[in-house]
């Protein structure tokens, strides 16, 4: 039994920082891609950063020199710091881990976490 657990969201200012975190628990035999994904109100969920096995990232244009993936293999988490907050980063926010499990390989997702940027 696989869960990710994301925490770290929140309300914050424009110009603000937020770090989310996203830790998978359970037994896992192997995790490949990791990444981060949102969906804005009335939008569709949408690719945010991603980050390989060996360290290697992709952004979005929208958050690119803004937003840093990283991940710790060791306790099979991965995180996404968000500097230069603007209103239009308000979404929910998905981690996703590609990952093998005793019964079952593929995508994992997270629970979802609300990052709300307001004055």
């Known amino acids: 039994q696989v869960q990710l657990v994301q925490s770290g969201g929140g309300l914050v200012q424009p110009g603000g920082s937020l770090r989310l975190s996203c830790a998978a628990s359970?037994?896992?035999?192997?995790?490949?891609?990791m990444g981060w994904y949102r969906r804005a109100p009335g939008q569709q969920r949408d690719l945010v950063a991603t980050i390989t096995t060996g360290g290697r990232t992709n952004y979005a244009d929208s958050v690119n020199g803004r937003f840093t993936i990283s991940r710790d293999n060791a306790k099979n988490a991965t995180y996404l710091q968000m500097n230069s907050l603007k209103p239009e980063d308000t979404a929910v926010y998905y981690c996703?881990?590609?990952?093998?499990?005793?019964?079952?390989?593929?995508?994992?997702w997270g629970q979802g976490t609300q990052v709300t940027v307001s004055s």
């Open positions: 996703s881990a590609d990952l093998v499990a005793p019964h079952w390989w593929g995508d994992y």
């Open positions: 359970g037994t896992i035999f192997s995790i490949n891609d």
